[in-house]
């Protein structure tokens, strides 16, 4: 339920993107950079997530977990490269910095996580901590 | 929008109208223009590369991308993202050499280098001094 909390908390988050809808149809840039929409499904034993991260490349991207249920994706463009006398005549691309923290009601078991990168789309498999799956203990039989 | 409605020959009147009922999106864009081209970069996450469709006819580059079926692998708990096809249509009034028109996709991005003609490049001339 904490991601229903997490969709609420946020308010202003329709109102940013009116905003840069508004700017893109008038070609102007974007004046807020407010990371990478998400994505998130609950899947039996994990979760999983999809940050749309168009332009950036896997060494770009930091994951952390920590405090053991929340969940930080950071992202930073490093290969900008600028030609001389160059003119923009559209900016409409959030480029530069982002980060975004999600909190879970469980633990994730942080070294299971798997992060792919595909096609612009980071997909994040975060499988629950042990100690909220449960454990299946193998039964050996002596025969 | 006046690129929407075009044009002399008039076979495209409209944005196409998409039949399998999905929205299409606009993808962001950055226009950069130096001395030998201009580069086009268009945000297409989640489109692989042989959906991707880039024409240029009549000074106009007509940008597509069919999205990949959303994935569904789960219960849904959150959603920000919007799903659909891209279409963009630019009128290019410089000067391009269409035959030198190329393209990469890398990381959701799609590239378009429109290289200029070569009447069209900034070119010094020498003053002579008699």
Redesign the interface.
Known sequence: MSMNRLSQCDPWANFARLQQELNQAFGLASLSSSGPTLKVFEDGSALVLEAVVPGYNLEEIEITVHDANQLTIKGEHKDVKTEAKETWHRKERDLGKFSRTLQFAFPIDSEKVQAKLENGILKLVLPKHESVVGRKIPIHTQN | MSNEIKNQTSHVVSRPEPTRGSKYL?P????????QEITL?A???????DNIHLHFENSELFLMGKASPA????????????HGDFYRVFSMHESLDCSKISAD?K???LIVHLPKAEAAKPRQIKVQIS
Not at chain 2, 28 to 35: G, N, S
Not at chain 2, 73 to 82: C, M, N, Q, S
């Open positions: 606009t962001k864009v950055d226009i950069r223009e130096c001395e970069f945000e297409m996450p989640g489109v692989s590369p994935s569904n692998p789960g219960k849904l708990l959150l959603d920000e993202t919007r996709y990381h959701g991005v």
